[in-house]
């Protein structure tokens, strides 16, 4: 049973709270457990020295890590990272860094792992329509699915040791176009309301926004929607060619429930359907199915919500 | 001039319905095709060749049943075909094809590959980045569109929105369905097509640390509930707060 090496996930400058969950995933396969936590500031690393059944912690500080240039990324994390099965989360950018750290130590990848079993690791294969258990007989790196694994807890106190590091960055940031609003990407977001071409105009999608804002969600759309409505950015869609996204909740309005908009979504955890077809494939996946016109049901979601949450 | 590679995957076809024989997915009565983020890295590809001069080879890592792709991609206007294989190989892990990869784009002398950003088997996107690091190259990810200089410029979303960067050369460039839409094979292409001739290459590769055990259905989720009636909202909600614990 080798070394576990957790690389904290960094969301907006900060550790995301899903890095607990990475840590309970690397107890499943076994082994002492490290935590390195890449940071700009090494006081980023306290709310991981709370962390339950870690023995290290050990912030890697670099100005690297403000950017986004995966090779620095990789370069400076590698220099500091023990030897080891390496686990971290399956975001873009971290599967892009964890394919770069596993091969520059020659190791091979398992992404978007969803369940442990010891040297048994399982993903979803085909856009999640069957599931790849591999046995694995040596270090390799892991990137492991949000929302799957149970948190540590947070009662202990682990030393934390600074290390300075350097990288080699190959590209640059030229300009950011920044999104128009605040609103969380569905890549990043617990909760995703997502319209389809039943929304009927993309003016209607403001219904779903004013969801969205009401419990923290992102908004997402259906290919045809993102074909039919200009208003409506590729970066928005979800499914076999748009963004795989695995949210807590996931609530469909207005769309069919096509297998290419399966792909993207079925693994979220609890799905909910609007729709006013009773013979819509998305009522097949949906843990709650609503069979009626966005138009009768979005205001009774919109007022529930908004009383609940006051 | 650039000596351009493309990246190209052979995977069922994503709309076939996948079922399990026994623990192995069986895919006997399921046609293959191209991944479908490779065709946008083979329109990637030709631009690059149409802006800067060189030549586009398209390549698989795949035995012999896997050439159609290929073909494939001669029809859309690629210079050559490659594949890559040695009987020897049964599964190769990501370490295995990876160090394949490099040891074939090295041959080729290539300055710049484009791959799909992830394949439609795997779902994986390790293939790009972790070439790259292997080669020493500098690479780029969910790349949407791309300019072509004395270095590559992609656009790629990152937390704040869609950032422009160089990439210079030599790059790995995984590639996104972008905001234009592959070529098409048009009649002389697949003529010549049908006339080219796949080239063979072999390379080395390591032992597999991974093995594939088994493969499996997802478990059946539990039958939902369904409503009638707008009104019905409401319960939903209560239901969510309550049973499913999500908000
Ligand atoms: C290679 C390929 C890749 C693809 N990739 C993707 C992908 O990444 N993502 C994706 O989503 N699709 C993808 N598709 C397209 C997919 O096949 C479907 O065409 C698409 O998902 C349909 O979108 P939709 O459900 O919004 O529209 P429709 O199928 O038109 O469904 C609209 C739904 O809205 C309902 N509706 C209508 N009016 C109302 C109302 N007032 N209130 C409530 N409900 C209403 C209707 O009953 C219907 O079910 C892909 C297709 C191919 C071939
Ligand atoms: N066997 C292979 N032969 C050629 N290219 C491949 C192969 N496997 C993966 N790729 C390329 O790498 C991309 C990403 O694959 P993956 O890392 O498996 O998600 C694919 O879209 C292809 O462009």
């Given at each position: 049973m080798t070394n576990k090496i957790v690389i904290a996930e960094l969301t907006k400058g900060t550790v995301n709270a899903s890095t607990a969950e990475l840590v309970s995933a690397a107890q499943a396969m076994g082994g002492d457990i490290t935590v390195v936590v890449p940071c700009t500031d090494a006081s980023m690393a306290e709310s991981v020295s709370s962390?339950?059944?870690v023995s290290k912690v050990i912030a890697v500080k670099s100005d690297i890590f403000s950017g986004s240039d995966s090779s620095g990324w990789a370069s400076a994390l590698d220099s500091a990272t023990p030897s080891g099965t390496i686990l971290c989360l399956a975001t873009a950018r971290s599967k892009d860094v964890a394919s770069r750290l596993a091969a520059r130590r020659g190791l091979s990848i398992v992404q978007d792992v969803v369940s442990i079993d010891g040297n048994n690791l399982t993903s979803p294969i085909y856009s999640g329509k069957a599931n790849q258990t591999v046995?694995?007989?040596?270090?390799v790196v892991v990137s492991v699915r949000a929302n799957v694994f149970p948190s540590v807890g947070s009662s202990s106190s682990n030393d934390v040791s600074v290390v300075d590091a350097s990288g080699d960055v190959k590209t640059a940031v030229q300009e950011v176009m920044q999104r128009a609003s605040a609103r969380l990407d569905v890549s990043e977001a617990n909760i995703i309301i997502s319209g389809g071409r039943g929304m009927g105009s993309p003016a209607n999608f403001t219904h779903l926004e004013a969801v969205a804002d009401t419990i923290g969600a992102a908004v997402g759309a259906s290919r045809a929607a993102v074909d039919t409505w200009d208003e409506i950015p590729h970066s928005m869609q979800v499914g076999q060619t748009g963004k795989t996204v695995n949210p807590n909740l996931y609530i469909a309005v207005g769309i069919s429930g096509a297998i290419q908009h399966l792909a993207g979504m079925r693994s979220s955890k609890y799905i909910v359907a609007i729709n006013k077809d009773a013979d819509a494939?998305?009522?097949?996946?949906?843990d709650y199915g609503i069979v009626a016109t966005w138009e009768e049901a979005l205001p009774a979601f919109q007022d529930a919500l908004s009383s609940l949450l006051a | 001039m650039s000596t351009i590679v493309v990246l190209v995957k052979q995977v069922p076809d994503t709309n076939a319905k996948i079922t399990v024989q026994g623990d192995r997915v069986d895919l006997s009565s399921v046609k293959m095709e191209m991944s479908p983020y490779d065709s946008f890295a083979i329109e990637t590809a030709l631009r690059h060749k149409e802006a800067t001069g060189g030549t586009v080879t398209a390549?698989?890592?795949?035995?012999?049943?896997?050439?159609?792709i290929l073909k494939d991609a001669k029809a859309m206007g690629v210079d050559n075909i490659v594949r890559v294989w040695d009987d020897s190989w049964s599964e190769l892990d990501s370490n295995g094809l990876q160090s394949v990869l490099k040891e074939a784009i090295q041959g080729l002398g290539a300055n710049a590959v484009y791959c799909g950003k992830s394949a439609a088997d795997t779902g994986a996107g390790s293939t790009g980045p972790g070439l790259a690091e292997r080669l020493g190259w500098s690479n780029a990810s969910n790349v949407i569109g791309v300019d072509f200089g004395d270095a590559v410029t992609v656009s790629m979303p990152v937390e704040t929105g869609v950032a422009k960067i160089?990439?210079?050369?030599?790059?790995?460039?995984?590639?996104?369905?972008?905001?234009?839409?592959?070529?098409?094979?048009n009649v002389k292409g697949i003529m010549m097509a049908k006339k080219a001739k796949v080239e063979l290459m072999s390379a080395s590769a390591p032992a597999a640390s991974v093995v594939v055990a088994n493969h499996s259905m997802p478990a059946a989720k539990p039958a939902g509930k369904t409503f009638e009636g707008g009104s019905s909202a409401s319960q939903v909600v209560q239901l969510l707060r309550d049973e499913a614990n999500v908000i």
């Open positions: 962390y339950d059944g046995t694995v007989n040596s270090d494939p998305i009522f097949q996946h949906a | 390549l698989t890592v795949g035995g012999s049943g896997t050439e159609k160089t990439v210079p050369l030599p790059a790995v460039v995984s590639c996104d369905k972008g905001d234009f839409k592959p070529r098409k094979a």
